[in-house]
């Protein structure tokens, strides 16, 4: 099992890595094996976990007191407040207990050079970027501070940057491999026309992808009907065969008899129809203009905003979530009422409060939710290790007014919900993936502590050793 | 947003008349050197913190607010509103430069600042230089220098050297600084530094920085603090040694730079004073408390943290006399807190300089 | 009988266990090379404080004695290279003999402990070689202590430079350029010798010399060594024909030392006449190395052959324990390749009063080896600096 | 420099020395090489044994009393010195013109095309005693051309040709200007690519087919059933009903290889930079079915993976001995041996030689044994291990009775610091001479033998050596 206890030396787990030699690297490998088997829980987990709190937050804004929960095999197989300690269940208690916290926005666990490529188009893919190795300080501490998942991107300088994935800080092994489409329109230092030409550029290739599905579905139907003819033709040839056959018979007598070659009947029937030529791309940003993943665009100014919410509204299928969105308090109506959620990164390097600006800071969070705006909060995937602030970052906005169950809500049910997890983490409830934390105080109070993480069921941090 | 804004602008146009005296009643009062009052009263006269009790006293209007009070922060470098100001490219070392004359009062980024309950800032020179001048310590909100001249400091990081400007190397760098201070005059800045008189603070990365710094300042006798040494954990025996201080840059994301982080938690352990910067320029306002809150998450006690922020940065910049806690005499800096001042999860409700209300989260509020 | 008493104090010492600041212990080896010619067959060596305190032919190891086939002294790198690169070489001039290269040393560099766990123990510091003359070199050990004084093995003061291409590089003229100290000579070869003689020159004959000048009149009078970088034939000349030109004008003998003389093969007479020693730069992969000079593992033996004084170095990035390897596949026997990374290099650092043998009384530097010493098959696997254990054979 | 008037007369009768003993080769018939020592590889040391080649072949090997020397055997007789099977390169990127194209994917390139015989990499292979390399391309691809086994002697490629078509370098760390995302995508799209060509060649092939029927349906004709052109596609990874339909003459020969690489006829040599890469590499083996045929090339940071690896069952070659890391947080250096890792983890593993003339693949194994790796393992893994990995286990890297008639005499153990390689038998053939080569004699100056390329492919191709503290050259670390 790939647990790290907490650093109480400058020792990092390089050294650990080399002291446990090849065992560290069997549970690395182990979790990579899981590729394979996407989000569910690894089977090889601990045995049974017993935890117990005066405090559980099940969901944002509702908690359980003094709840005992029971993990087995990567599970939340019981919950109850007379619920005991099974027999050689490893127990740990706290004062709260929730649900882990999750980045919706992050590059931790990618390799760096991908992370910022711009050479990536829709068809790339975080899972094939992902490094357990190469990050492992990072991760490592991740885990300590309670950010168990994050939705990784690649491809931070291409205007499109393909698949991301939810992943597990622990190991960095994907929870889902196809979480969401991304594309970005921020790039700097452009003229106001080339910025409205990106959004045209993003709105046309989008348009392409459409006409894509479109074709596609089309050819399913038409094979489809032509199968179908073919196979009536087909029988009623067969079925005249006989007749058929007398006929060139008779012909090939009399050919014989006057020395000439039987001149067969010309047979004709249309063609098979050809599909449309593949095209990876296009399939691959097909599925989010149908909804079948989110489309995460990453916007900052009310230039392309606005243009982006006009360029978007044919496609009615397509899920939007908007990142950064610095001026979306501008379009919270729209955002509110086309159900679009918007991940919030608060800088600490944005002004702070200072109206002279478009930008809000801290306050953006707060307002945009009070509009009735889902609000997300993620770390900017500006760095890897930028995701270990989140907790502040939650923290920091309740400080600048966003209300506490919709800053907890933007860090765990929020992110779970928008990427189609809510069926298995997000929130602490039964036959759910024990993804959690045991805390020392409030999930957001800048004195807790996080006594511990279970990541799949896996006790992979735990305060004090 | 828009309103609150308004508020804040206002005093910094020194509009408002000072209430010659007056009490604030608070659940908390967090003195600032660890302990907390419950239920206090601050009486405030002439912009100075007259008494703390929890007695009400006579004759003065009592504002009741709801939350925590706690002395405004300390930041222990802020270059904002000094843009680029801060640092001579034509000359290594212009120790007589005084920085109180790159602060400009009017830059509007300071609200920012102030509204996030910083209260007090030190202007050091740019790490380009040398000995870069003398750090000014200021009041954002008043828009007022409070002291010129309160420490010195000097570039010993590798940021301080050319690569086609002497000098390149570190033996040159301590060469010239050594010459500079045997040739410190009677009353010169350096020379007060040599005696003790003015704190100095080193700008040092690096831990080789660091070691030779304080090998320097063990040989001339300089109190004060090394900026930077994010990696202070590591040489906490040598730093504790020295006497010296420390003093963390804040970093841009992730605020919890395990660097930093463990360094504060290692420093807070051999009760060696560390402070932190706010560098609103480039890390926003909130850079400061992030961090804090960030070392708190990872175990520093919340007394500490406050202090870093406001007593003990006090001590490493010589103002503990008149800032940095909440007792009588000391300048009525006060800044009133939904909650516990070092969570982030708190919100400023009010901020008072010298007496002024300078800030108000809310028309509503802090005033009844 | 005098024998069994020490062996009995040894037993004692080692018996008792090791102490507090971890720098004593006892060291049991099939065979010691004291670096001194001597061979000690199953020896005790018992280490104090960081100091070799007695060593005991003949005897069976004690228990809790560190083990090894074969002990020998710590390697001195006499050109480890390991400065913290452009900061430690003052370049606003050309010539700086005050400078220290002690405050171009990084004591956190991950390559001390680099050197320290291939066996080399001690390593001559200098400033980088981008200046005609770069100021004073300084032996540090490569472990224990944390601060530079601690680490510093006082030797024989040597004052550092470079004549070659290295000083040139970066100068040019100011025509069409910015402005910067770099608009000035030595932009040739011929402009480094220039530079070396003129500051050599105005030493010898100033009225009232200034500080610098003091330290080269001290070079000149061969009170300090001069240590300087020359890769090719023409530059060690360059440096043999300043020292001779120096005696000639009466100025005195300068006591030198060429680093890095790959090329220090192709004319040994002219270095035996002129009593120079030489340090040989790492064997390059194929024949020719920095400045286009060419060198062989054959080096080592054409030199030993031809008489002339000559140490090992791996420039750092190279293992020094491998350079005494190569000597040896090039004909050196393990006893002259072992002197020349251990007390040839003392000696020409001046520092052999403290290192570069195993002896009663010297600083416990240390090498435990697997196997005999330089071998491909064999490495260093234990390594005591002063007595702290750099690398446990345990 | 001394540049005297006999050094090129002197160059020019060596290399007349090695033409006439190659136009000789064939004439030789039995030779016997008598030796203080001969290393067999097989079991114990012989001491004052004799190895009798004919035609080409090790006919008998044993003790000198042992063996009856033929009465006509051309006898060598060096009872000073050790006779060894000659070391095997598993891997070189050299002796090549340029190791690699600009396409991403080409794997009907075969470096026969471009392996240059007088290329100076081949003569110094002779001189250090490696007798058997796989010569492929470089690291910077995606899908690279095809290798070959060769002897470094021979004055054309057919000479020294041993086995053709050895293998397909692919990369899974990225080529420049790719990224791991988007080299993974590359590599995913190359065998997608072939599987959508295949699946419409069959669909073409079932139209025409089915169109057929019902035109002999409608004409009333009886159609002569068609047989199965092809055979079925035999892919672990995926397959393609109905292939046996398409005669496989008609899939396009620039597609033909990958073809054969997920039928698992074509080995696959797959290149990691990095432990991810390894993890990469892994997948795209397992979705294609060539895992069984794959060796993996590791640079040395690839040990984290080793166990991920030893569950795959690849063998390794190495790139680089020793793996140095600073920990991200001291700053300390952090060394780990690769070779004992994969020794101990019980993956089959060989060694790489560094372009360092001084320190070759004995050098290699000469470290594995400083680090505790026991000296039978650490020879093997530069003969047998590599032998077997290229399908050569019977014919190279051991002397036994049937193998190829290669011997190596070293003046003393083959891991000696001070051992050289004093003469090489190969085929037979006595080709290398230490006391007549040039190049020793002429040591001082960097002359090359008349004749002889130098080798251009760079050592950058292999980020080991460079990541190797061991592997280094001349490094000024104080840049």
């Known amino acids: ?465 | 947003m828009l309103i609150s804004c308004l508020i804040a602008a206002a005093p910094l146009l020194g509009a408002t008349a000072a209430d010659d005296a007056f009490a604030l009643r608070a659940s908390h009062v967090h003195v600032g050197d660890g302990q907390v009052v419950l239920d206090a009263f601050v009486v405030v006269e002439d912009g100075v913190v007259k008494s703390v009790s929890n007695n009400a006293p006579r004759g003065v209007r009592v504002v009741e607010v709801d939350g925590h009070i706690a002395p405004g922060f300390i930041s222990l470098r802020e270059t904002l509103g000094a843009g680029s100001e801060n640092s001579e490219r034509t000359r290594k070392s212009t120790p007589t430069a005084d920085l109180s004359f790159a602060f400009d009062p009017t830059s509007p980024s300071w609200k920012g600042l102030v509204a996030e309950g910083v209260t007090t800032v030190l202007l050091p020179a740019g790490s380009s230089q040398i000995a870069g001048g003398q750090a000014a310590i200021v009041s954002p909100a008043a828009g007022e220098v409070l002291k010129r001249n309160a420490v010195v400091t000097l570039g010993l990081s590798r940021s301080a050297l050319g690569s086609s400007t002497a000098p390149t190397s570190f033996a040159g760098l301590y060469a010239h600084l050594g010459e500079q201070f045997d040739a410190a005059s009677e009353g010169s800045p350096l020379a007060d530094a040599k005696a003790g008189k003015v704190p100095v603070m080193m700008r040092a990365v690096t831990r080789s920085e660091v070691s030779r710094a304080l090998d320097f300042a063990a040989a001339h006798g300089l109190k004060g603090a090394v900026l930077g040494a994010p990696e202070a954990d590591d040489l906490v025996d040598e730093i504790k040694a020295s006497g010296l201080g420390v003093v963390f840059e804040s970093k841009a994301a992730p605020a919890s730079s395990q660097d930093v982080v463990k360094s504060a938690l290692a420093l807070s352990k051999a009760e060696v004073p560390f402070a932190f910067t706010s560098d609103a320029g480039s890390q926003g306002p909130l850079g400061m408390r992030m961090q804090a809150a960030a070392c708190m998450r990872a175990g520093l006690e919340a007394g500490a943290a406050l202090r870093a922020m406001t007593a003990d940065a006090a001590r490493i910049a010589g103002v503990d006399a008149t800032h940095g806690t909440i007792a009588t005499g000391r300048a009525a800096d006060l800044v009133v807190w939904s909650g516990p001042p070092t969570d982030l999860t708190s919100r400023v409700h009010s901020v008072y300089a010298g007496g002024h209300l300078v800030h108000s989260a809310h028309a509503h509020g802090a005033h009844q | ?394 | 420099m001394k540049s005297s008037l006999s050094q090129p007369l002197l160059a020019l009768g060596a290399t007349l020395l090695l033409a006439s003993s190659a136009a000789a080769a064939p004439q030789v018939d039995k030779t016997a090489v008598k030796a203080g020592t001969v290393i067999t590889l097989t079991g114990e040391a012989i001491p004052d044994g004799v190895i009798v080649i004919e035609g080409g072949r090790v006919t008998a090997v044993g003790a000198a009393s042992e063996v009856q020397i033929p009465w006509d055997a051309t006898v060598i007789d060096q009872p000073g010195m050790v006779a060894f099977p000659g070391f095997v390169e598993a891997h070189a990127a050299r002796g090549i013109d340029r190791p690699n194209e600009t396409l991403d994917v080409a794997p009907f390139l075969d470096v026969k095309d471009s392996i240059d015989p007088v290329n100076f990499y081949f003569e110094e292979a002779l001189r250090q005693g490696i007798l058997t390399i796989n010569v492929q391309q470089g690291n910077d691809t995606v899908v690279a051309g095809q290798g070959m086994v060769v002897k470094p002697f021979g004055m054309t490629v057919e000479q020294m040709m041993v086995r053709p078509r050895s293998g397909v370098k692919i990369s899974a760390a990225p080529k420049r200007g790719k990224t791991r995302a988007t080299q993974a995508q590359a590599l995913r799209g190359a065998f997608d690519d072939l599987r959508r060509y295949l699946e419409e060649m069959v669909q073409r092939q079932k139209d025409g087919d089915d169109f057929d029927r019902r035109e002999a349906l409608y004409q009333g004709r009886e159609l002569e059933g068609e047989a199965a052109k092809g055979k079925p596609l035999a892919c672990s990874g995926w397959t393609i009903d109905g292939f046996e339909r398409v005669p496989r003459g008609e899939v396009d020969e620039k597609r033909e290889p990958l073809l054969r690489i997920i039928e698992g006829k074509l080995p696959v040599i797959m290149w990691c930079a990095t432990p991810m890469d390894v993890h990469a590499a892994l997948r795209v083996a397992e979705a294609n079915g060539f895992t069984a045929t794959m060796t993996l090339a590791l640079a040395p940071a690839c040990w984290k993976a080793a166990a991920k690896i030893k569950a795959s069952g690849c063998s390794v070659i190495l790139a680089g001995l020793e793996d140095e890391e600073l920990d991200p947080v001291t700053g300390e250096s952090i060394e780990t041996f690769v070779p004992k890792v994969f020794h101990d983890a019980g993956i089959p593993f060989a060694l790489m030689s560094t372009g360092d003339a001084n320190r070759s693949l004995w050098y290699q194994a000469a470290r594995c044994v400083a680090n505790g790796i026991p000296r039978a393992d650490a020879l093997a893994a530069v003969t047998t291990a590599p032998a077997e990995m290229l399908g050569l286990g019977d014919r190279v890297g051991k002397i036994a009775k049937g193998t190829d008639g290669h011997v190596v005499l070293f003046s003393g153990d083959p891991l000696d610091i001070t051992s050289v390689v004093e003469h090489v038998i190969l085929d037979g053939a006595h080709v290398y001479d230490r006391s007549k080569d040039v190049r020793v004699k002429q040591l001082f100056d960097g002359t090359r033998p008349p004749g002889t390329a130098s080798d251009t492919s760079g050592e950058e191709d292999w980020p080991g050596d460079g990541d190797d503290p061991e592997g280094d050259d001349e490094t000024e670390n104080n840049g």
Request: charged letters at 25%; a neutral charge.
């Open chain 3, 1 to 394: 009988m005098l024998t069994s008493l020490i062996l009995s104090a040894a037993v004692a010492a080692s018996g008792s266990s090791v102490p507090a600041d971890g720098t004593s212990w006892t060291i049991h080896a099939d065979k010691v090379y004291t670096s001194t010619g001597k061979v000690h067959e199953s020896a005790l060596i018992v280490v104090e404080g960081g100091k070799i305190r007695a060593i005991t032919p003949g005897v069976e190891a004690t228990r809790d004695a560190l083990k090894a086939a074969v002990v020998t002294a710590g390697m001195i790198d006499a050109s480890a290279r390991l400065n913290s690169g452009t900061t430690s070489v003052e370049q606003s001039s050309e010539v700086t003999p005050l400078v220290s290269a002690e405050f171009g040393v990084d004591l956190f560099s991950p390559g001390w402990g680099r050197l320290a766990r291939k066996g080399v123990t001690s390593a001559f510091i200098t400033p980088l070689n981008q200046n005609c003359i770069g100021g004073m070199g300084t032996v540090l050990k490569t472990a224990g202590d944390r601060s530079v004084k601690g680490r510093t093995v006082e030797g024989a003061p040597m004052i550092c430079g470079a004549i070659g291409s290295q000083p040139s590089q970066r100068n040019s003229s100011a025509f069409g350029r910015p402005t910067s100290f770099f608009n000035r000579r030595p932009t040739t070869r011929m402009g480094v010798e220039w530079e070396w003689r003129k500051s050599l020159f105005e030493a010898a004959q100033a009225k009232e010399p200034d500080a610098s000048q003091k330290v080269l009149l001290d070079a000149l009078a061969g009170k300090v060594g001069v240590f300087v970088q020359a890769w090719a034939t023409q530059d060690i000349r360059t440096a043999v024909f300043l020292k001779e030109e120096m005696a000639r004008e009466g100025f005195g003998e300068m006591r030198l030392v060429i680093d890095a003389g790959a090329e220090a093969w192709r004319e040994p007479a002219m270095l035996v006449r002129s009593n120079t020693a030489v340090i040989l730069p790492p064997v390059p992969a194929q024949g020719r190395t920095t400045d286009g000079a060419l060198m062989s593992v054959e080096c080592a033996s054409v030199l030993r052959d031809n008489g002339v004084s000559f140490a090992l170095s791996g420039h750092g990035g190279s293992r020094l324990d491998l350079q005494a390897g190569l000597a040896m596949r090039g004909g050196l026997t393990r006893e002259e390749a072992l002197r020349a990374v251990t007390l040839t290099p003392a000696q020409l650092l001046g520092v052999d009063g403290r290192v570069g043998s195993v002896e009663a009384g010297k600083d416990a530097d240390l090498i435990l080896w697997n196997g005999e010493p330089f071998e491909a098959t064999t490495r260093p696997v234990g390594v005591l600096v002063s007595g702290h254990l750099a690398l446990d054979p345990r």
């Open chain 1, 1 to 465: 099992m790939r647990s790290y206890p907490s650093r109480s030396d400058r020792r990092s787990p390089l050294r650990k890595l080399r002291t446990l030699g090849i065992a560290l690297t069997a549970g690395a490998a182990l979790s990579a094996a899981s590729l394979a088997a996407q989000d569910e829980p690894d089977p090889a987990a601990s045995p049974d976990l017993f935890l117990r709190a005066n405090k559980v937050i099940v969901s944002p804004g509702k908690s359980l007191d003094n709840m005992g929960l029971l993990v087995r095999d990567g599970r939340i197989v019981a919950m109850g407040k007379d619920l005991a300690a099974p027999e050689g269940a490893q127990t740990i208690e706290g004062e709260v207990i929730c649900a882990a916290f999750i980045d919706p926005w992050s590059v931790a666990g990618v390799d760096a050079s991908s992370a910022r490529s711009d050479r990536v188009d829709t068809a790339s893919r975080a899972t094939d970027a992902l490094d357990p190795y190469g990050q492992d300080e990072v991760l490592d501490d991740l885990l300590a501070s309670g950010v168990l998942m994050m939705r990784v991107e690649i491809g931070s300088a291409a205007s499109v940057s393909g698949v991301g994935a939810v992943i597990r800080a622990d190991g960095a092994t994907p929870v889902l491999a196809d979480a969401a489409i991304s594309a970005r329109l921020n790039t700097p230092g452009l003229d106001p026309v080339s910025r409205v030409g990106q959004v045209d550029r993003l709105a046309s290739a989008l348009g392409g992808a459409k006409k894509y599905a479109d074709d596609t579905a089309a050819f399913e139907s038409n094979l489809k009907t032509w199968e179908e003819e073919i196979a009536k033709k087909e029988t009623e040839l067969t079925e005249d065969f006989k007749k058929a056959k007398k006929a060139r018979d008779k012909k090939v007598k009399e050919g014989k008899e006057d020395g000439e070659e039987v001149k067969e009947k010309k047979y004709k029937e249309d063609k098979r129809p050809s599909p449309p030529k593949f095209d990876a791309k296009k399939a691959s940003l097909a599925r989010a203009v149908g909804g079948e993943v989110p489309m995460v665009i990453h916007v900052e100014q009310a230039l392309e905003l606005r243009e982006l919410l006009r360029v978007t509204r044919p496609f009615t299928r397509m899920r939007m979530v908007i990142a950064g969105g610095r001026c979306a308090l501008l379009f919270a109506d729209e955002l509110a009422e086309r159900g679009i959620p918007v991940i919030v990164t608060p800088a600490p390097s944005s002004p702070g409060g200072d109206v002279g600006e478009m930008d809000p800071g801290f306050a953006l969070a707060g307002e945009l939710s009070a509009r009735g705006v889902e609000v997300l909060i993620g770390s900017g995937a500006t760095s890897a290790s930028a995701s270990r602030d989140l907790p502040l970052l939650a923290a920091a906005a309740v400080g600048h007014g966003l209300d506490e169950d919709a800053a907890f809500h933007a860090i765990t049910a929020g992110p779970a919900r928008v990427f189609d997890l809510q069926s298995k983490v997000g929130s602490v409830r039964r036959g759910l993936h024990a993804d959690l934390l045991v805390l020392s105080g409030d999930p957001l109070s800048s004195s807790t502590r996080v006594l511990a993480s279970i990541s799949g069921g896996k006790v992979v941090h735990q305060a004090g050793n």
